[in-house]
Structures are given as C-alpha cells and as structure tokens.
C-alpha cells in the first residue's frame, strides 16, 4: 500500500485507539470497586450467572456502588466461578477468588466491599506481588504458564471490542497493513509457527503456496470445529477472546491476498457462535473489518458458519464439503485446499490457536516467538487437562515441556491419593502413554514419535483406576460412530475392531484376540484415505504396547485389574465390617439390589445389581464394608436373596 | 419420522416455509436452513424436509442423507425436558455411562428417544466441554455437575413435583370451575 494510504489507516485507528483508551481509563479511574466475573460456558455451568445476580443484588441490598466487569475464562475450570475483586479503598490489591456460590458473593459485598475485611479464608491469591496476601503466581499452576495466545483470556470483556483495542488489540493489524505481503508471510515463516490443529504443517509455509496461486477469490476459514470430546480450547478462545482469532484472520486474508473468510464454528457452541457474530458486527462497524479495511484498499467479509457436529469435518476437505452443503466426506488430496478448495477457490485453513498466535508474533517478532519453545516446535502449546487431575482446566505452556511437570507439578497431580497410570492426549486420534513417557518434553515430534500425537490438545489424565482396554474401546464407539463411511477399512475395520474390543471387556475374548487387534489396526492405517482413520486405531495400539498385561488378563483370565469393566466386577459386602441396621447402602440403590441378610447384615443381589458404585461412595468410611472384586465369580456367597424384591423390581 | 405432527407444529412449518423464502435457492444454504428448521420447530420431520428440498431444487434423498449425516439433527421431536448426557472422555472417565444407564432406567427409554407423553427425552452427546465438572447431565438448559446415579432420581422427581404445582396452581387460577 502506498505512503498515502499508511498514513490514513494510522488517522483512522488512532481515533478508535484514543476512544479505547478514553473509556478504558474511565472505567479504571472510576472511584468504585470492580468485580471482575470469569463467564464462559463453564464459568456459567459452575453458575456464574447465579453468582453474578448475587452481587448485583448484594450491591444494592447493601447500598453499595461497584462496577462489574464479564470477562472470558482463566482458564481455571477447578475454580470455577471465579471471580476477582479489585477494591483499591480497602488497601489491598486485586484478590482472585475461586468458587464463588452466590452465599459468598454476598458475603464478599457486605464484609469486604461494604467492612474491608476481604475474609482470608476464602482467598484464592492476589493477582500481583504484594506484601500482604500470597499472589497467585507464588503457584505453580500460574507461574510456570507462559500465556501468548491466551494472554487476555479471562481479562478483557468478550462483548466489548475497545476493551482488546485499549489491550493493544488490532494495533498488529495496523502494523501488518502497512507491510507488504510477502514480508508478513516471510515473519511467519521465520517464527516456525506450526499449525495448531493437530498435524503441525508449518503455517508460513501454507500461506506462501496460498499466496503463490493466481487467483482472484481466495478463502480464508478458521478451523473452529473443535470435535474432539475432552478438548474446548478453542471454544474457551472464541469465547473470552474472539478479537483476537478475527485479527490473526485478517492478517492472513491481507497476506495470502483473500477478501473473505469463514469461521467454522461447532453449533454445539451457542455461546461462542453469539460472541464471534457479535465481535464482527462491532469490527465492521467501527471499520477495521468490512469494506475498505481502516480507510485502506484491502476489504475483507467475515462469515460465521455453524458447523453441525460430525468429528470427521475437523479435516480440512470435509469441512468444505460441508460448507457446500454436502455431506462432510473427506476427498483425495492433492489438489490441495490452498489450490483448489471452498468452491474450487483457494483456501487458507487455519486452527483457531494458530490464528490466535498470529498477532503476537508479528508484534514481538519472529525471533521472539522463536526463543520460546523448542526448535522444532517453537511457541507455545494450550491443552485441555481435564480426567483425574487436581487443578483441571486449560493450561499454556511453552513446548518442550514435560509431562511430568504439567501433570503434578502445574496441574496438581491426582487426586485421592491414587496412582498415575495414563495419560491419553489427542483425543480419539491419539495414544495412551504409560508413566516411562512422563519425562517426555511435549513438542508435535516427541510425541508423534511416543505413539500419541500433538492433536488439537485434549489431554486426559487417567488414575490407577481407569481401565485401558475399556478406554480404546470408548474412543474406538466414537470414532467408529463418527467415521464417514468412505473408506472400507475405516467403516467395516473400525466395527470390528470395537467389535473385538467390546467382547475384551465383556470377558468374552477368543484365542487370537489381541494379535487380530494388532493387524487389523495396522489395515485400517493404511487403508484410510484421511487423519480419522489413520489415527483411530493409535488409542489400541498405543494400550497394547504399553498396558498388554491389561489386555491379557481380560482375553485370558477373564479378570479387569482396574476393576472398571461392569461385566468383569461384582459387587459384595464384607459381613465383618458392615455395621447392623445402617442402611446407607441400600436407600441409595437405584435398582433395590441390596437386601438384608437374615442377622441385618447387607448382601448384594447380583442379578439385580447394575455396577454403578453408588453403594461404594455411600458406605460411611467407618465401616468401608463394601468390596469390588473381578472377575465376579470371587463374591463369596452370603445367602440367598429374598424373593421378594424381584417381584417388586417386575 | 412417520409421527403425526401437532396442529402446533403445523402452525410453526407454515412460518419455516416464510422463512425459507428468505435464504437463497443455493446448495451452500441446505445446512443453514436445516438448523433454521430445527431452531423453529426442535426436530426435522419429513413434511419439513420436503419443503426444504424443493425450495433449493434437489432431491428429498438429498437433502435427507445430509440431514441424517450429521449429530446436530434430530427426527424425533425432543420432550419438553430434554436430557443430555455427556459421553465425553473426562465424563467417561467418571462413569458418565452409569449416568445415562440411570436415566434410561428411570425413564424406561432407551437413548435417541422421548416418553410417550413428551415431557422426557434422552440424548447422549459428546462433550459439552465443563470437563472439570465431570460427569455432566444438562437437562433443559441447565447444567449439572458431579452427577451421580443417586442424584438421577431426584432430578427427575423434582421437574415431576414442580410439574404438578404448576397444574395445581393453574387450576386455581382458572375461573368459573369449582
């Protein structure tokens, strides 16, 4: 663009920036307290929107003025609803509150807003160093997060776009438009920024052959369709921070040479559909997206598309059949997207995070960026951290770090006291590492090589308990579920595969099993045209190297040694232990399986009984009585139950 | 498919076919006015599909193999509570089976299906995304966290209950009846 133009995008967004600044220092400098409420969907699933009508109507119960400020998520779903209060009066800095019900938002109005006393013992931290109360970054959990894509998740309000533009938001794009082209694509190579979907394609590399195509139209589509189960980093980003994700689009559009792009957003997500809709309608209107970009000659037209949930539009070619109206069936590849893709026109498709990671980068450099993270894989990476975790949630982190840190050391180890034994990362395309793995830096090729893969970022965290052959049967139902039927080997394989799988954990496996297992997943690996099939065997693969004790002991022994399959476990009381007359266990039954042995004792009925564990969890701790065993045929007998239950359960 | 729709329902696909008018007859529209439809009347039945197939000129079949490919659509008209069940990874981890097992017991229907008397119906989906929750059932709008098979019961019996009061006080309220 021309010297004339540059100085005309910089008169027009330093109006914006200064109106953005105005309000900013308003709200600042209001001499009132603010009360800052994390509200995505899972701060509203933990009942922020209780919580939030708690302090409004404490607020004026108590007569007492005070602003409050919705922002995104933290990113701390263990600590959800989260809350931080910043009361400059009372002389203490800003305090991180965790678990905010709303009893203890009216408290906090009355004693802290109204008293000043801010009740230590519901503290979480201060959000900054301090001398009277521990910060939150003397934790693990904050200060060994390095935050780049997430960096203003959970402190700017979603809905409002001064609040990124105050943050320093869409100054990039100024900056981008202002250089050419080609020396935005040659940044974002220099960076190594690799795609954060899952498969790692570098993405300077993406937009030079997208850039190199002469073609009017170009396509530039964000990658929202966030499938895997385990895994909204991507929700929680659209959600806390859409502006973001919009502006790495419009420097992407600017640099591959596109005038309109598409986010492709999971319907699943009503919340995160609302937000980006609504943060496009605000950018349009003040003119950094739309028709002549901050009074420049580049336009650019964002559409919103609702993805209808099916895993496999994840992959690139299905998510554009889909938008054509078809059904999301993966085609053969090349041509390329970046040659022939949304309507044979060439399309840019990029991940939400990878997006996101664009505007820091072109403004602290690609040298920056390179400095963090690993040489093959620098910046940083999101995982959803979510199974049996203390602090689960969502958690960036440089690359290259290990596992175990960000298991026990970032995210508080397991809870109860039990034992490591899994952790499966990449969702249904991803593998089951065992405790040798811990110490494994994550970075997309440590991974790949261990049998997992990067993917798009859910990690779940299994304890002692969790059973491996009923977890590859889980992600093997869903990906069988979810493949399109295309290729033979990924529909008829993958039904047999959990076919196979299914009777393992039913004790009904056949001499050959496992080997079968092993050759059939390696078919479906080849025969599969795209990433769901090639991949959804990892998760039976990856558990049959590292946990084959398992996987004998159910096709041999007929035994699950978590004690997790239902079909291999019973339920029994042990009489020594059980208490006379308390009936904890049996009001909780769902099925009325626990009856009363002839000198008030407790037994289970075992043809009644459906597993569930409810006796387990009920059972006062003082007596403990109840017993898990596997295989059933363990239970000792106690006495035979009496008929009448049956015919009352008829 | 093949239930009788309500004179409700009627109303509301005559409204879907005014709306209709307003998307443009261009295949990359089938998705948006699938999701339009069940917006409006919560379910695609095949009157619905009908319409939609020859406002865009494409065969029913057509329009019916794209509707059945993906998770978001729904045949059967969903109850007047809607009960999903999360099957994601953290809920399973967390027994989210049992969960549903629980619903489906309490209920007598299996998943995918709604009572006869539509208040209930029964889905399971694949991650709601509160992970840190675990296991999760949303019925209606509402989440609920840390389920357990125990807690089925009460929810349940809580919307029956409330139900009840509402009857109650409606005819209370309705004049002229002794």
Redesign the interface.
Known sequence: MSPDNHKNIDLKFNTIRKEAEKRRAAFRDAPVPKIHIGMATCGIASGALETKKAFEEALVENNIEARIHTVGCFGHCYAEPVVIIDHPDSGFPPIFYHEVTPGKAKMLVKLFLGDGDPRFEHIYGATEENELIPSVTDFSRFNQEKRIVMEKCGRIDPEDIYDYIAAGGYSTLVRALKLDPEEVIKEVEHSGLRGRGGAGFPTGRKWKLAKSVIEQDKIVICNADEGDPGAYMDRTILESNPHQVLEGMAICAYAVGAQQAMVYVRSEYPLAVKLVTNAIQQAEKLGILGKGILDSTFDLKIDVFQGSGAFVCGEETALIRSIEGYRGMPRHRPPYPVQKGLWDKPTVINNVKTLASVPPILNHGATWYRGIGTQNSPGTAIFSIVGNVVHAGLVEIPMGVSLRTLIFDICGGIPNNKKFKAVQIGGPSGGCLNEDFLDTPIDFDSLTKAGAMMGSGGMVVMDEDTCMVEVARYFLDFTQKESCGKCTFCRIGTYHLLKILRRLTKGEGLEGDLELLETLSQDIQTGSLCGLGKTAPNPVLTSLKYFRNEYEAHAKEKRCPALMCRALTAFYFDLELCARGCDACATCCPVDAVFTTSNRKKGVDQELCVKCGECLVACPPEYDAVRKVSPPHLVPYIEKPPEKNKKDHK | MNQELTEEEKDTLKHVAIKLETFEK???????I??MVQNNLSYLPSEALKIVAQHLGILESEVY??AT?????RFHPPGKYPIKVC????C????GD?IL??FE??LEIPEGQTTPDRKFSIER??????????P?AIIDET?H?HM???K??GLILRIKLQEEMEERENKQHEPGQS
């Open positions: 261009h295949r990359g529209n089938l998705i948006p699938l999701q193999g794209v490919f993906y998770n978001q659509f099957l994601g990874t953290a399973h981890v967390r027994a049992i097992e629980n017991r309490k989906v694949a991650c709601v995304g509160c992970c840190a929750l675990a999760v989440v966290g357990a098979p125990s089925v019961e």
